[in-house]
């Protein structure tokens, strides 16, 4: 039998001392996971993600905020109009409005008044209007808390403003700009419900709610929920009423006609002070 040589130079495997075959070399695997460098690439990739989708998230959040302000506004324009259709006229401003220091008138909000309109018959049984908005007897009621009446973009802290149910919108008692309100110019006033005839300017340019959010005395039962506009929108000192908001750039408003539109903070004041009349006999153009 033959039998192949063995080359010294290259045994097929070594032997120990013992005689045992030594195992095998193993060559170590390819290298697993990320260098430092590349740990703060990818980290730095998603920050600058983050950094885009941020403002794109929040943009997207108060146009959110501020449709919703839009539409409880056409809410309380729809109630507005459902009161003039069973009385004849809007509702007033609020009915006796009282000095500082005297609690021997009711006043009453319009915001009260036109609660059955708002789907809240039962709270509008549970009022007693021949009481004042802060009798005893209206307390239980004038807690609740009405969504409708607060702006999702209010900077309120909590729903209830000295244990009544707060509001952010305010009935247009006239305007200030131009020249004193004496007599109000308006379309919401004290002890005086109008009616649409009555106001001369148009019901489309003609403003009758907007937006006072914050303000100290925002209760929707309080009939100091009226104001008239004496400042640009979203520049009124914090002790005034005015119309103003936490929107960026302007406020929301409901006109005449149940019609809600924003209002631009840029908006000329002449134009202004137009709107916030209900007979002035100006010319409105575009705002």
Known sequence: MWIPRLSRANPPFQTTGAGNAAPPKIQPPGRVGFTLIELLVVIAIIAVLI??????????????????????????????HGYHGTYAYLPPGGWEWRPFNNRTRKQLAWSALILPWLEQQPLATSLNLGLAFDHAGNATAAATVLMVYLCPEGPRGTSLTEGRGSCD??????????????????????????????????????????????????????????????????????????IRSNHPGGANGLFADGSARFLKETMNLRTLAAICTRAGGEIVGEF
């Open 51 to 80: 950094g885009l989708l941020l403002p794109a998230v929040q943009a997207a959040r108060q146009a959110a905020r501020q449709g919703q302000c839009l539409n409880n506004l056409r809410q309380i324009g729809i109630a507005m």
């Open 169 to 242: 919108y305010g009935g247009i008692f006239g305007e200030r700009i131009t020249s004193p309100n004496n007599p109000p110019k308006g379309a919401m006033l004290y002890d005086r419900p109008l009616r649409l005839v009555q106001i001369k300017d148009g019901t489309s340019t003609t403003l009758i709610v907007s937006e006072d959010t914050g303000w100290p005395d925002g209760q929707w039962i309080n009939a100091r929920n009226v104001f008239d506009q004496a400042f640009a929108i979203n520049a009124a000192p914090p002790f005034e009423n005015d």
